[in-house]
């Protein structure tokens, strides 16, 4: 059986990189993105949600 990583929260909470401002001032909003390898992330110096993929 294959377990779904991103369920497992894994992976850097905060200082991903923004694309838009590049800033890594930013916080990750839901483990979970649309797809299994990406995870939701928020800029909170630009406030632009992003998604990370990794």
């Known amino acids: ?14 200082g991903v ?3 838009y401002c590049e800033s890594t001032n930013t916080v990750r ?3 979970k993105g649309p ?3 990406r995870s ?3 800029c909170e110096d630009c406030e632009q949600p992003f998604e990370r993929f990794g």
Do not use: I, N, Q
């Open 1 to 14: 059986m294959r377990f779904d990583p991103s369920t497992r929260g894994e992976g850097p909470e905060t």
């Open 17 to 19: 990189e923004c694309p």
């Open 29 to 31: 909003d839901h483990p």
């Open 35 to 37: 797809g299994l390898c």
């Open 40 to 42: 939701m992330h928020y």
